[in-house]
């Protein structure tokens, strides 16, 4: 029986998870493997992970990125009937619509592939008398993604690409009822030649999405966007408690 740990930093963690969960196979019903479930410390490795490799990250050149997303597009083309027949083993979606799915994924990477062209800046001169305007278009750094059961190929790989062809460093958070999906694509993109640190995955329940929505280390953007993010969690966790005491 398989066991499913999170990425951090290139590679498989090793350390004892205090909490697993149970994959099954929807076609049957059994249980197929297990999930481990990151608690605090392992969710603060991997934003350190993706914190540090930031740092010269940023600086690559847009052509070493879309080298490696070219790569990386040519792996997941050539995979693709692979990743379909993990997605199906774990969620159960039909071979045709798996396939599908990563068909869609792959649309967002070639887009990426073409992101030089749209990270230029601008300058505007005279737009008042002795005023200059100039625009430039920088990395945000480390940011995270917590994806859903429904798409567990086509939702993640919306975001990482585009995140990672602009100087980003990601931390995916899967659902932990089809982890498998994201774990081979991250390996794709070892293949493909990203630095270890860029793209890091975590597994868990509620404790792991808090633990990235409450991080301080990831950059003041996000920041902004995990306040809010946070206050819609907590009112539909209210909502919901409510609910369930009639």
């Known amino acids: 029986m398989k066991t499913v740990s999170h990425w951090i930093n290139g590679s498989l963690t090793t350390d004892k998870a205090s909490q697993m969960g149970e994959i099954f196979n929807p076609a049957t019903g059994k249980i197929s493997g297990t999930v481990n479930f990151a608690d605090i410390t392992t969710v603060n490795?991997?934003?350190?992970?993706?914190?540090?490799?930031?740092?010269?990250?940023?600086?690559?050149?847009?052509?070493?990125?879309?080298q490696v997303l070219?790569?990386?597009?040519?792996?997941v083309n050539k995979n693709k009937e692979k990743i379909a027949e993990i997605i199906t083993s774990?969620?159960?979606?039909?071979?045709?619509?798996?396939?599908?799915?990563?068909?869609?994924?792959?649309?967002?990477?070639?887009?990426?592939?073409?992101?030089?062209?749209?990270?230029?800046?601008g300058f505007s001169e005279e737009v008042s008398t002795g005023v200059d305007?100039?625009?430039?278009?920088?990395p945000l750094g480390p940011v995270a993604i917590i994806s859903p059961f429904n798409f567990p190929a086509m939702v993640p790989m919306w975001f990482f690409p585009?995140?990672?062809?602009?100087?980003?460093?990601?931390?995916?958070?899967?659902?932990e009822k089809d982890p498998s999906t994201i774990m081979f694509?991250?390996?794709?993109?070892?293949?493909?030649?990203?630095?270890?640190?860029?793209?890091?995955?975590?597994?868990?329940?509620k404790v792991a999405v808090d633990a990235l929505l409450l991080t301080q280390v990831l950059n003041q953007f996000h920041?902004?966007?995990?306040?809010l993010l946070q206050s819609m969690y907590m009112r539909m966790a209210q909502k919901l408690e409510s609910e369930c005491r009639r």
């Open 45 to 66: 490795q991997a934003v350190q992970a993706a914190s540090s490799a930031f740092d010269t990250w940023r600086h690559s050149s847009l052509t070493k990125r879309t």
């Open 70 to 75: 070219f790569a990386f597009r040519e792996l």
């Open 90 to 121: 774990e969620h159960g979606k039909v071979l045709s619509d798996a396939q599908g799915e990563v068909t869609r994924g792959l649309e967002v990477v070639e887009f990426a592939c073409g992101i030089p062209h749209l990270l230029k800046g």
């Open 133 to 138: 305007v100039y625009s430039i278009r920088q």
């Open 162 to 175: 585009i995140a990672i062809a602009c100087g980003n460093t990601v931390i995916v958070k899967p659902s």
């Open 185 to 205: 694509i991250a390996n794709l993109l070892k293949e493909a030649g990203l630095p270890d640190g860029v793209f890091n995955v975590v597994h868990g329940d």
């Open 223 to 227: 920041l902004l966007v995990q306040h």
